[in-house]
């Protein structure tokens, strides 16, 4: 009896030993083998077991990651420093590389639509029949209602050879169509040029839509071509340029400015400058030709420090208007996720030691572009009449006001004045006679503007450019 007594005592003493062990010591084991260090830092260790253990709205573990580095980057106050995904360093790298795969074609978001501005010339939805103004309502089959640009992009990107079906809405038809196309490597020019005469004089006007992987290439190979046909002066326009490789930047000054020429410093965190001089195995052979920059607020980075540099050589006239201001230089550090983190890690100077930032470079000439030039071409659909209010009734209120018809209001509210000025414009442009807006007053409305865009007579910055040329021309 006593012996079985001893046992029940020994049991109960087992069963008390596992329950404090249960309770005690357990917990922390567990603790132990599930908690995961993902920095070297406590607090963001503690946050981030936190969040996994206790928060109502999961998330994986990337995506929190990935979320503390963009934290990390918006934290430094510099717009220009932020985490990229990996389809973000992608997108970002193939908006300056030589070439990419896709179909070819410049396309607009329009009042929740995604309308085609122009398909490049021999590209695969130029040859497929894609026109200025179609609206893309499906690509594949999948309906494009509310989705983004960038969703839109990659529903168009591919591999090369690969088909894509296109859907599209032919307002001035009144039908949908279908498309089928493959896709190609499309060949991305950032430079054009041209020859314009006046006065017997021979201007080239060399337009750089951004400093890409090539651009200084396709630089020489136009200026060249220029200089062959015998050129007097060199306008250069860099209007609504938004940067790019300073390397591209160094290759075109050197062919403005003699060998040796100081174009930029760098300046690292630590305060120490360092010199950028042009170098050039060949004779630089544009720098005795006359030259203007054209400039406007949305010339940016390296459009900055191309401007600052033949201002501050005394190389060429800026016309137009104050620079956009960026003076920091970014860098992209690949991460192991496949993203990358773009961080400022030098300050630009101009060759006078000047730090342009949120300052701007100053037009040596200050020419303000006429309203009408600046408006943005939009292919907005629908019907509208008096009473009515939206953002396709602002538009035709700024174009028309901008055309001198008498528009009292602006804000998108369908008044009486906008009636009038409707009416007159259909009837002088010979559309049929109606005092409401329809597709075809859109239509002829972006026509009207593209038009007036397109003849260089209607672009103040570029004709003072040109006069500032003949003038010294004639010296």
Do not use: C
């Amino acid at each position: 009896m006593r012996k079985s007594r001893i046992f029940l005592y020994v049991i109960l003493f087992v069963i008390l030993l596992g329950i404090f062990y249960f309770w005690m010591v357990k917990p922390a084991n567990d603790q132990s083998t599930t908690t995961t260090s993902i920095s070297n830092n406590q607090v963001i260790d503690e946050a981030f077991q936190l969040i996994r253990k206790e928060a109502v709205f999961a998330k994986k573990e990337n995506i929190l990651v990935e979320g503390a580095i963009r934290g990390m980057a918006e934290a430094l106050e510099d717009p220009h420093s932020s985490y990229l995904t990996k389809e973000e360093a992608v997108a970002q790298e193939s908006s300056l590389a030589e070439e990419r795969v896709g179909i070819g074609v410049e396309i607009t978001l329009s009042g929740g639509k995604f309308v085609v501005v122009s398909p490049l010339k021999d590209s695969p939805a130029y040859r497929a029949g894609l026109k200025p103004q179609d609206e893309i309502v499906r690509v594949n089959g999948e309906r494009l209602d509310g989705k983004s640009m960038a969703e839109l992009v990659k529903l168009l990107s591919g591999e090369k050879g690969t088909s894509l079906k296109m859907t599209v809405y032919r307002s001035s038809e009144e039908r949908h169509v279908e498309l089928h196309m493959k896709r190609e490597v499309i060949a991305m020019h950032t430079v054009s040029s041209e020859v314009y005469e006046v006065e017997d004089f021979s201007i080239g006007i060399v337009t750089i839509a951004i400093f890409g992987e090539k651009t200084g290439e396709e630089w020489a190979k136009q200026t060249k071509a220029l200089v062959d046909r015998g050129i007097d002066g060199l306008l250069i326009d860099v209007r609504g340029n938004p940067g790019g490789y300073l390397y591209s930047v160094s290759s075109i000054v050197s062919t403005l400015l003699e060998n040796g020429k100081t174009f930029a410093y760098m300046q690292d965190a630590n305060g120490v400058l360092e010199m950028l001089n042009t170098e050039n195995k060949e004779k630089p052979y544009l720098n005795k030709i006359p030259a203007v920059l054209l400039q406007n607020g949305g010339s940016a980075s390296a459009s900055e420090v191309l401007a600052g540099a033949l201002k501050d050589n005394n190389r060429a006239m800026i016309v137009g208007e104050t620079s956009y201001g960026k003076g920091t230089v970014q860098e992209s550090h690949p991460l192991s996720n496949g993203g990358k983190l773009k961080i400022s890690t030098h300050k630009w100077l101009t060759p006078k030691q000047e730090w342009i930032h949120h300052k701007g470079i100053q037009a040596d000439l200050e020419v303000e572009p006429e309203e009408l030039y600046t408006m943005d071409i939009k292919y907005p659909h629908g019907e509208f009449r008096v009473g009515d209010f939206g953002e396709e009734i602002k538009y035709v209120q700024n174009v028309l006001g901008a055309l001198g018809y008498n528009i009292g209001r602006k804000d998108g509210y369908f008044d009486e004045d906008t009636m009038d000025g409707v009416e007159k414009y259909r009837q002088e442009r010979s559309l049929e006679p109606s005092s409401d807006i329809d597709d075809a007053l859109f239509q002829s409305l972006s026509k009207t503007l593209m038009e007036y865009k397109t003849r260089k007579e209607n672009d103040k910055q570029l004709q003072m450019g040109i006069s500032y040329l003949v003038h010294e021309m004639k010296k």
